[in-house]
């Protein structure tokens, strides 16, 4: 079930929001200020395009760059990110076949929050 979600998440979406998200990663790489950001942008968005088949995660080892990095982030980017996979999961969620990808953008929201504490990462196969 998870194969066939990705596959409608990156047809219906996915690729581009994801491709977006390296855009303006890339974007933002260009200012040596901002490769932290930038990273952090390819990085979730590369992620992004596949997310039935990943959880997210909070970091242990998190420290006092992280929350930093963190609090520019929320700043900058990461409400209006949030406030956009809020809005997409309201959206989607209004209709019956659209309610597991609402799920998968409202789990997407701590990563888009806070990127420097949250990863996405690869459920475990049973």
């Given amino acids: 079930m998870n194969?066939?979600?990705?596959?409608?998440?990156?047809?219906?979406?996915?690729?581009?929001?994801?491709?977006?998200y390296a855009f303006g990663g890339l974007m933002v790489c260009l200012t040596v200020i901002g490769i932290p950001f930038g990273v952090k942008a390819i990085q979730f968005g590369f992620s992004m395009m596949?997310?039935?088949n990943k959880e997210v995660r909070?970091?242990?080892?998190?420290?006092?760059?992280?929350?930093?990095?963190?609090?520019?982030?929320?700043?900058?980017?990461?409400?209006?990110?949030?406030?956009l996979h809020v809005a997409f999961a309201i959206v989607l969620g209004i209709s019956i076949v659209g309610i597991p990808f609402a799920r998968q953008h409202l789990k997407l929201v701590p990563v888009a929050l806070l990127p420097f504490s949250h990863r996405l990462s690869e459920i475990a196969s049973e």
Wanted: aromatic residues 22%.
């Fill in 58 to 83: 909070a970091k242990e080892d998190a420290g006092c760059l992280a929350f930093s990095l963190n609090i520019i982030w929320l700043l900058l980017f990461g409400w209006e990110l949030a406030l």
């Fill in 50 to 52: 596949t997310p039935f």
């Fill in 3 to 20: 194969t066939l979600g990705n596959i409608l998440w990156f047809i219906f979406g996915g690729f581009f929001t994801g491709l977006g």
